[in-house]
């Protein structure tokens, strides 16, 4: 029952990890509390979007950009469809962070991003009706993943390399030590070389026991999908789309195989305890309410709401990430509090943990996900 790496938590970054580890040839143990990919985590909902000229800061960029090369090769070794480049465009008011970030890393990075009026905008794509004041940013290069299709490939593949997954156990209490972790489990107890805490909403519960404290606050999620125009709004000629309101963040898909127009807004939601489960799509009036204001304002296509779903974000204070070594024994990482922008990352985050496992160090400059930020 021992291993060479326990990975607690195996959904979009957890899963990845394993793959990359086992893959390495390090023996490997994943536990989930769930059957991955499922409707509790952060990668539920069929689609995430990927973009590199990132509104969020420029020092998501170098992962971005490995990220995207990590989710082509593993396209490469599977039949399922991961990635469809539909280009993105990123809309706000030409003054604010967002829209300046995207233009500086672009600029620093010699990314290939088109600076948009509103008017180019709704001429281009005139299924938009962005107001003047705006202007967007268009990648041509990003687009979507297929979020628990990705999860799929690597769960197979970790699996063929010989990883072992444990589904539906719950993790009841963690020791670690200099040179050995103990895992307590609902079903059995194990004992590995190393230990990556990747458990999303869980994570919180599990912190005590390794003796840290971090701010981390779990959220309920929405999203939905919209009847619309497929002349309009079809992937074939349609950007997954980030609008920076005022004080709000919309983001959304093309209609993917007809599905419909998805949005979802990135801000906002509803804290959740720890042991508290995912209330049902429409729960709260703004579940429908918000996305479905936002179309009636910035589409020009008469969009007919559909269906909704659920998801979680696990947030910092700052919206950062978490990527660290535990401060007082070498042999733990966490890697959390991705704060409902982390999946396309999860691709480069998980082989980050393999290399600073196997290696000792990895090539990106981490400081800016440590956890001493919050003392």
Same mark, same amino acid.
């Given at each position: 029952m021992h291993y060479d790496v326990i990975i607690i938590g195996a959904g979009s970054m957890g899963m990845s990890a394993g793959y990359y580890?086992?893959?390495?040839?390090?023996?490997?143990?994943?536990?989930?509390?769930?059957n991955p990919p499922h409707s509790e985590g952060s990668h539920h909902g069929e689609t995430r979007i990927i973009r590199h000229a990132y509104g969020e800061g420029e020092e998501y960029v170098a992962l971005a950009l490995r990220a995207q090369e990590l989710w082509l090769e593993l396209q490469n070794l599977t039949d399922k469809k991961l990635f469809l480049q539909t280009?993105?465009?990123?809309?706000?008011?030409?003054?604010?962070?967002?829209?300046?970030?995207?233009?500086?890393?672009?600029?620093?990075?010699?990314?290939?991003?088109?600076?948009?009026?509103?008017s180019e905008i709704n001429h281009r794509w005139e299924g938009f009706s962005v107001p003047e004041e705006m202007i967007g940013c268009y990648e041509n290069n990003s687009g979507v993943l297929f979020s628990e299709a990705c999860i799929e490939v690597y769960r197979e593949l970790a699996i063929e390399n010989g990883a072992h997954l444990k589904v539906n156990t719950k993790?009841?209490?963690?020791?670690?030590?200099?040179?050995?972790?103990?895992?307590?489990?609902?079903?059995?107890? =194990?004992? *590995?070389?190393? &230990?990556?805490?990747?458990? @999303? %909403?869980?994570?919180?519960?599990?912190?005590?026991?390794?003796?840290?404290?971090?701010?981390?606050?779990?959220?309920?999620?929405?999203?939905?999908?919209?009847e619309c125009d497929e002349g309009l709004?079809?992937?074939?000629?349609?950007?997954?789309?980030?609008?920076?309101?005022?004080?709000?963040?919309?983001?959304?898909?093309p209609s993917i195989e007809e599905a419909g127009v998805k949005i979802g807004r990135h801000d906002g939601g509803q804290h959740l305890t720890q042991e508290e489960g995912l209330a049902d799509f429409g729960s709260y009036i703004e579940d429908k309410g918000d996305v479905s204001g936002f179309a009636v304002? =910035?589409? *020009?296509?008469? &969009?007919?709401?559909?269906? @909704? %779903?659920?998801?979680?974000?696990?947030?910092?204070?700052?919206?950062?990430?978490?990527?660290?070594?535990?401060?007082?024994?070498?042999?733990?990482?966490?890697?959390?509090?991705?704060?409902?922008?982390?999946?396309?990352?999860?691709?480069?985050?998980?082989?980050?943990?393999?290399?600073l496992i196997t290696e000792g160090k990895t090539e990106f400059d981490l400081n800016p996900f440590s956890m001493k930020r919050f003392g």
């Open positions: 580890l086992s893959k390495s040839g390090k023996k490997v143990l994943l536990l989930d509390s769930h280009g993105v465009l990123n809309v706000g008011v030409p003054e604010s962070a967002f829209i300046h970030n995207i233009l500086k890393s672009a600029e620093r990075h010699s990314l290939p991003v088109e600076k948009l009026s509103s993790v009841k209490g963690v020791t670690a030590e200099e040179d050995r972790v103990y895992v307590e489990t609902e079903a059995g107890n =194990y004992t *590995s070389d190393s &230990l990556i805490v990747t458990a @999303g %909403k869980g994570t919180p519960k599990l912190l005590p026991s390794l003796g840290i404290d971090l701010p981390l606050q779990p959220v309920r999620k929405t999203f939905s999908w919209f709004y079809h992937s074939s000629h349609f950007p997954a789309f980030a609008f920076e309101l005022q004080n709000e963040l919309f983001y959304g898909f304002k =910035y589409f *020009s296509g008469e &969009l007919e709401h559909r269906i @909704g %779903k659920t998801c979680t974000y696990t947030n910092t204070p700052d919206e950062d990430f978490i990527i660290d070594q535990h401060p007082n024994f070498q042999n733990v990482f966490l890697a959390c509090g991705f704060s409902g922008h982390g999946f396309k990352f999860s691709s480069v985050v998980g082989e980050i943990l393999c290399q």
